[in-house]
T-cell receptor, first 113, second 115 residues
Framework: EPEVTQTPSHQVTQMGQEVILRCVPI?????FYWYRQILGQKVEFLVS????????KSEIFDDQFSVERPDGSNFTLKIRSTKLEDSAMYFC???????????FGSGTRLTVV | AQKITQTQPGMFVQEKEAVTLDCTYD???????LFWYKQPSSGEMIFLIY??????QNATEGRYSLNFQKARKSANLVISASQLGDSAMYFC????????????FGSGTRLQVQP
């Protein structure tokens, strides 16, 4: 069964450093997403990406965040200058044209120290 | 804006018993989809079941069924014959099918299955 692959599974970074979280969505999916889940809390939408541009973003997705699809297979989330409160599980997801088929990756646990 | 409410922070069920996890939603859109995801302690999000707002029958997937009551705006998940491996967090989520494609999640219910 096709899956969404995320790397790394766990990343520890110093406050103020830049991090890049990587995702390989399902190849024939058209929409890509990043969500985050602070420990013990609900999953929150960050951004969606379609046709090589951001289609929607939440208020969480401020100027320190950016997304990119650099090579047609990878989909990345960059956090420019990490803060302690960025510590969370970050999930990548992708979906096809129809609304049902969301597939989540297994997540990257980001710890900012 | 969409909103999902899960009022049960935690639930216990005996192995082999059925359990219902509650979910209510709020949206002004007529066309939407409802999802349930399971999140075990390992952290991944596992899709369980989907219900479209125009689906006339309740969705079923193996031991999972969705009790969809449109007038009450509820989409409860029923797990039959609970197994120890069902112990996990369960999230209800929704998206509208026009415009915004992002999922809106509830706060989750932690289910513990007891032997």
């Amino acid at each position: 069964e096709p899956e969404v692959t995320q790397t790394p599974s766990h990343q520890v970074t110093q406050m103020g450093q830049e991090v890049i979280l990587r995702c390989v969505p399902i190849s024939n999916h058209l929409y890509f997403y990043w969500y985050r889940q602070i420990l013990g809390q609900k999953v929150e939408f960050l951004v969606s990406f379609y046709n090589n541009e951001i289609s929607e973003k939440s208020e969480i997705f401020d100027d320190q965040f950016s997304v990119e699809r650099p090579d047609g297979s990878n989909f990345t989330l960059k956090i420019r200058s990490t803060k302690l409160e960025d510590s969370a599980m970050y999930f990548c997801a992708s979906s096809g044209d129809m609304g049902q088929g969301y597939t989540f990756g297994s997540g990257t646990r980001l710890t900012v120290v | 804006a969409q909103k999902i409410t899960q009022t049960q922070p935690g639930m216990f069920v005996q192995e082999k018993e059925a359990v219902t996890l509650d979910c209510t939603y709020d949206t002004s859109d007529q066309s939407y989809g409802l999802f349930w995801y399971k999140q075990p302690s390992s952290g991944e999000m596992i899709f369980l079941i989907y219900q479209g707002s125009y689906d006339e029958q309740n969705a079923t997937e193996g031991r999972y069924s969705l009790n969809f009551q449109k007038a009450r705006k509820s989409a409860n998940l029923v797990i039959s014959a609970s197994q120890l491996g069902d112990s996990a967090m369960y999230f209800c989520a929704m998206r509208v099918t026009t415009g915004r494609r992002a999922l809106t999640f509830g706060s989750g219910t932690r289910l513990q299955v007891q032997p």
